[in-house]
């Protein structure tokens, strides 16, 4: 993998994978949500493909830290804030990094991070990083087990999946969902759902061109 990567590809991919889910996305949000997970997400989404001259011209990690920029501006909620964080902090990890694998894994890592501080949370609370955390520790393992490309990614998505699908079980102790008690058990948090998504999203555009 070079050391640029044009980005452009992967939003159009997001947003493709987000409009296709969006009826479920926005039920699942309205269940135990604030119910504008989705407008935020689309808007940021938007917001993005609108800048797409520019992110194209700038340098990886620059480009990363402009969709922070743009993220935290246009998409409002706490979402906005922490996919902002998120990708302001891969863009100031990327700077010098080789686009490998292993490289990829310690960006995307450090931009779980930033959300687990940003946020103070931890997975297993029923958010995002049910989904994000588990997809950067299987990366890792599969750098650690020198696994192929294509099957790390794959192994990705799966822990990805199941790490969304088993907030459903979970009660919330994060957002609006936290003052529902046990009523939140038994629906999926749509944060983790549209995460997963987005990295399913990647990764299956990164195997088709790999």
Known sequence: MSNNLPLM????AIK??????????????????????????????EALLKNSEELEQLEFSAAL???GMTLMSTM???????????????????K??????????????????SIKARGKADIGEKTM????????????????NEVELS?????????AIEGMESTKDMLATKGRASFLGER??????????TSQLMLCAIADLIIENH
């Open 151 to 159: 099957a790390a990614l794959e192994d990705m998505k799966k822990a």
């Open 76 to 94: 409002g909620g706490a979402s906005g804030s922490l996919f902002g964080s998120m990708f302001v902090t891969m863009g100031k990890t990327a």
């Open 184 to 193: 939140a058990r038994g629906h999926i948090d749509a944060g983790a759902r």
């Open 65 to 67: 830290s402009k969709i």
């Open 96 to 113: 010098g990094k080789t686009l490998d694998v292993t490289g990829m894994t310690e960006i995307f890592t450090a931009g779980v991070e």
């Open 9 to 12: 590809p992967y939003i159009d």
């Open 16 to 45: 493709a994978s987000i409009t296709a889910h969006a009826d479920e996305i926005a039920q699942l949000d309205q269940a135990i949500g604030d119910g504008d997970h989705l407008i935020n997400l689309q808007r940021g989404i």
């Open 129 to 144: 990083l049910d989904a994000l955390i588990p997809a950067s520790t299987s990366l890792k393992q599969s750098i650690r």
